[in-house]
């Protein structure tokens, strides 16, 4: 073995140890903040839902994250709540893993591995720009990519990442769906979503149509494609509606539309607001505008964060469910992916940028802070969380 083996060995074993060391920390982090969650955190809601289950009574259509905790529950006799907490910290951690792994297979002859290590680890704390001046909390009205108090959209957010990443991938790698087997688990994967918490596919349906109608290169093989699909979480969806707002008499509400009407319960100023939990995606699009086009998945992006904000914006429930904002999941999850896709196009270009003068520089150094700004705020609506805040 020469030295510069022993030294890459070493290397590695280094890594591997920070890399342990790293996700130890964010699993402990995220089960000391749910274990000491407050009463108003969505995880002791969930919680009574478990019960109801076990209780034979199915009172949620999307049932998916309740029966998993459920079933563990029952095998290892420990309580549903700490369950919760381990499935949920648990899949903060495979998150966090599925989020280095693409920025890995995105840049791996481009950065270190310590780096894209650290940039998922701000991914998973980035969070809306907070001002102590004009947000009451540092989470309600301003929203966030990474809210911590619900469990089901925690749960479900590996399967959606993981469902946009393939899907995205058959474009990437231009083979348009030619296997079977590409449509078959990506359609799996969206009735996991589904079946855990339903709000992302309810803008992935139509942003992969007008992604596919627009922007693709084989427009007809990847509508028809797409639409097969989705056919699948299309019943899973009609299941969920119709028992929520139809054979539920639990539940007296119903869909109507309206504009902003609960962000506005919330928010002085929606446009405010979009723009404090979005600044670095908008800055850096602004910034590198016209580089924008050759980046497909950023553009699949922002289609998808544009159809979640109108679904946001423009339905909700009435009756007593209507200042519960449930259509904002649907928003957080595709400002989620916006920031993710976002990282990966600012990474792109700065690696790509071959006269890196004083006009580069300064456009990096005001990307990079606002993206700082972004993190900060994050870590900062932790530490409330973990201080025993509300909301």
């Known amino acids: 073995m020469t030295e510069e083996d022993m030294t890459s060995g070493h290397a590695e074993i280094e890594f591997a140890f920070l890399r342990g060391t790293v996700y130890l920390f964010v699993f402990m982090l995220s089960l000391y903040l749910f274990i000491n969650s407050t009463e108003n955190s969505d995880i002791y809601a969930h919680t009574r839902l478990i019960e109801q289950l076990d209780k034979g009574n199915l009172v949620a259509p999307h049932f998916l994250y309740h029966l998993t905790v459920y079933g563990i529950s029952k095998i290892s006799h420990i309580s549903f709540f700490y369950i919760s907490c381990l499935v949920l910290a648990s899949c903060i951690v495979l998150t966090m893993v599925l989020i280095e792994r693409i920025l890995c297979i995105s840049f791996k002859e481009t950065y270190s591995n310590v780096f894209l290590l650290f940039i998922s680890f701000a991914l998973m704390f980035v969070s809306a720009v907070y001002f102590p001046l004009i947000n009451k909390y540092p989470y309600v009205g301003i929203w966030s990519p990474n809210p911590w108090h619900n469990p089901t959209f925690i749960a479900a957010r590996p399967f959606v990442l993981l469902s946009f990443y393939w899907y995205s991938l058959e474009m990437i790698k231009k083979k348009y769906f030619d296997k079977w087997f590409s449509i078959i688990r990506i359609s799996i994967l969206l009735v996991i979503c589904a079946l855990t918490k339903p709000n992302f596919v309810l803008a992935f349906i139509p942003a992969s149509m007008v992604f596919c109608l627009f922007f693709a290169d084989r427009k007809k093989t990847m509508l028809f494609k797409t639409g097969l699909l989705i056919l699948p979480v299309l019943g899973v969806l009609l299941f969920q509606f119709l028992f929520t707002y139809y054979y539920n008499t639990n539940i007296d509400s119903s869909i109507r539309f309206c504009f902003f009407d609960v962000w506005h319960v919330y928010a002085q100023s929606v446009p405010i ?75 792109r270009w700065v690696a790509d940028v071959q006269d890196k003068n004083r006009l580069f520089q300064m456009k990096l150094f005001l990307c990079v802070s606002v993206f700082l700004l972004h993190f900060f705020s994050g870590i900062y609506y932790v530490r409330y969380l973990i201080s025993g805040h509300s909301l």
């Open 273 to 347: 607001a979009i723009l404090q939990e979005a600044a670095f995606p908008i800055f850096l699009s602004a910034v590198m505008f016209s580089l924008l086009w050759k980046e497909k998945l950023l553009i699949f992006s922002w289609i998808l964060f544009i159809i979640g904000l109108l679904i946001f914006g423009l339905l909700c429930e009435s009756g007593h469910r209507k200042n519960n904002g449930n259509f904002g999941w649907t928003h957080m999850f595709c400002l989620n992916i916006l920031f993710i896709y976002s990282t990966i196009a600012f990474l």
